[in-house]
């Protein structure tokens, strides 16, 4: 994980939001690594770390929404600083950002990563 941290953060940009999410929760008979010890390596690295399992649907929405929360924040810090601090340019608390991917040429589609 380390290394691959390491050079994660080598070649992204600063502001990157990076999470630990450990999967398959739900098989906790094959864990290989403690969550407690996977909660101190991501405290010590300035990461979020959640656990989950898409078998069981827990926390695989909360694991993105804390990911987008994070990036809501960093967005919203860096527009109030080149605002110069006043109130104007990023969305407030409570405001609903919509996400679509233009890239790929579907606007507006819903897709699936888990078949459901």
């Known amino acids: ?13 600063a502001n990157i939001v ?7 929760a739900d098989l906790r008979h094959l864990r290989a690594v403690p969550a407690d010890t996977a909660s101190s390596f991501c405290e010590k690295e300035g990461l ?8 069981e649907g827990a926390n695989v ?3 993105f929404q804390r990911i987008l929360g994070e990036i809501h924040r960093i967005v919203s810090r860096k527009a ?3 605002d110069g601090g006043g109130a104007g340019g990023a ?3 409570g405001t609903r950002i919509v996400v679509t991917d233009t890239a790929a040429g579907g606007a507006g589609k819903k ?5 459901g």
């Open 1 to 13: 994980m380390e290394r691959w941290l390491k050079e994660l953060r080598d070649h992204a940009d």
């Open 18 to 24: 990076i999470s630990l999410v450990g999967n398959k």
């Open 48 to 55: 979020s770390f959640i656990e989950a399992s898409a078998l």
């Open 61 to 63: 929405d909360e694991a």
């Open 80 to 82: 109030l600083a080149a």
């Open 91 to 93: 969305p407030g608390e």
């Open 111 to 115: 897709s699936s990563c888990c078949g």
